[in-house]
């Protein structure tokens, strides 16, 4: 066994010797999560959020309300009691978002409607993702903000309230800049229209969950044609919630049942989602025969998943669509391609911006002893540790970078049987 030293820094996986089998209910969604912790705090009253998650992107959110003056409540391990005057105070000091995409691009546009000034920062990785559309579009809309060269942090002298009239946005490079402004345009000063230009947006089934959400809490929001949504200035109502589990999460369970033949009851179906990953388990379900061409552009988190479940196909498959995928946590098509020709070369290349995954079957029961590279990003160590429940010797470094959006995901494999050196808990 590794030494304690150690223990925070890798974690090998030993490929189970019998079918997984067992019951682990996913987290619930980081994206509605944090989505309806937002709606709460711009809502007067008290929402109850059951069936959350609790993991490092939504304390970052749940902590940034606070320092606006939000009253966060924590009873429990899945529940947040948000109480709110309605309106957000000018916070005394930045608000550091880490590497939360959904805190920091749905509090950029939301901080607003501040009467005042806030920064909204990440960290380091973060400071590479691109917030340049969001903010020329607030810019644009007559918001007084700036960011730097196109990057966070961004400065925001809001004037307590949203505006009216158009305000167009480029959601090519992610929907969540879309996310971000229907949900502020609910506290404008009259009805706001938002209108995409541009290239289309990627997950057009996050801008959904989006309008959900917000009617959820008392928005009155109408999709006008393909491309534009009226939302008029309701504000919003304090409502109780409950969120579903996270389905890009329930993608590694689906993946190991099928990796393994087991049988793994996630406690839900998958149909009965309404989150865009859902859309994995379709294709999950078709392995060892995966399509030769699968679009991961209506389901981005879970093509890490796939990437690595593609190993193992009886044939190649390419990933199109996930040009997105470079402006995630990590380069994430440079990432899953690099660290499958790490367990045996050639396995992952790039060819553009997608992704070939050369496939082979025959990988399933050897030793290749492997130290995996996580970029500090949670899908990469999620979805590579599913290629450890097949080759022996998959070490995978930095695991505890799972606590982004599935602080539990170590315990949930070790509680279907697989065994890690060292043992991990909670993240
Ligand atoms: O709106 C959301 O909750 C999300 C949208 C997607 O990002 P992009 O819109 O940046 O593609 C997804 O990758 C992210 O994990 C969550
Ligand atoms: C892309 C992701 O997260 P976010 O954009 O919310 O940081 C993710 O969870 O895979």
Redesign the pocket.
């Known amino acids: 066994m590794a030494s304690v030293m150690e223990r925070e820094k890798q974690t090998t996986i030993l490929p189970p010797s019998a079918p997984l089998v067992g019951r682990v209910t996913p987290p619930g969604s980081?994206s509605i999560t944090n989505r309806v912790l937002l709606l709460a705090a711009l809502a007067k009253g008290t929402s109850r959020i059951t069936g959350a998650l609790k993991s490092l992107?939504t304390k970052l959110m749940a902590e940034a309300l606070r320092q606006m003056g939000v009253t966060v409540d924590e009873p429990d391990e899945t529940s947040f009691i948000v109480t709110s005057t309605g309106r957000l105070a000018a916070p005394a000091a930045p608000l550091y978002l880490g590497?939360?995409?959904?805190a920091m691009r749905f509090l950029t546009a939301a901080v607003a409607l501040v009467d005042g000034t806030v920064i909204v920062d990440g960290d380091a990785h973060m400071r590479k993702r691109p917030i340049g559309p969001l903010v020329s579009s607030l810019r644009a809309f007559g918001i007084d903000c700036s960011d730097a060269d196109g990057y966070p942090p961004v400065t925001m002298h809001g004037h307590g309230h949203f505006g009216s009239g158009r305000v167009e946005i480029d959601g090519g490079l992610?929907s969540?800049y879309v996310s971000a402004l229907l949900m502020a345009a609910a506290c404008g000063t009259g009805t706001v229209e938002v209108a995409l230009t541009g290239s289309d947006i990627g997950a057009r089934g996050y801008v959904d969950l989006t309008v959900a959400a917000m009617r959820a809490f008392g928005a009155r929001v109408e999709q006008s044609g393909d491309a534009a949504w009226r939302i008029e200035p309701t504000g919003y109502r304090a409502t109780d919630f409950h969120v579903e589990p996270d389905a890009?999460a329930a993608t590694y369970l689906w993946a190991a049942e099928v990796l393994t033949g087991g049988s793994i009851d996630i406690g839900v179906a998958a149909g009965a989602f309404t989150q865009p990953d859902a859309k994995a388990y379709d294709v999950i379900a078709q392995f060892p025969n995966l399509p030769a061409v699968i679009d991961g552009s209506q389901m981005?988190?879970a093509i890490p998943t796939i990437a690595v479940l593609a190993a193992f196909n009886n044939h190649p498959v390419r990933f199109v669509g996930i040009a997105n995928l470079r402006v995630?946590?990590c380069d994430r098509v440079a990432a899953v391609a690099t660290e499958l020709s790490r367990i045996r070369p050639g396995l992952g290349t790039e060819d553009g911006d997608d992704l070939i995954v050369a496939s082979d079957p025959a990988l399933a029961g050897q030793v290749l002893p492997t130290r995996i590279e996580t970029y500090s990003d949670?899908?990469i160590a999620m979805s590579f540790a599913l290629a450890g429940l097949k080759i022996g010797g998959i070490t995978i470094l930095d695991p505890g970078c799972v606590a982004?959006?599935y602080p539990a995901y170590w315990q949930a494999l070790q509680s279907l049987g697989v065994e890690l050196d060292p043992v991990m808990g909670r993240m």
């Open positions: 980081k992107d590497n939360a995409g959904t992610s969540q890009s981005q988190d995630k946590e949670h899908r982004k959006t």
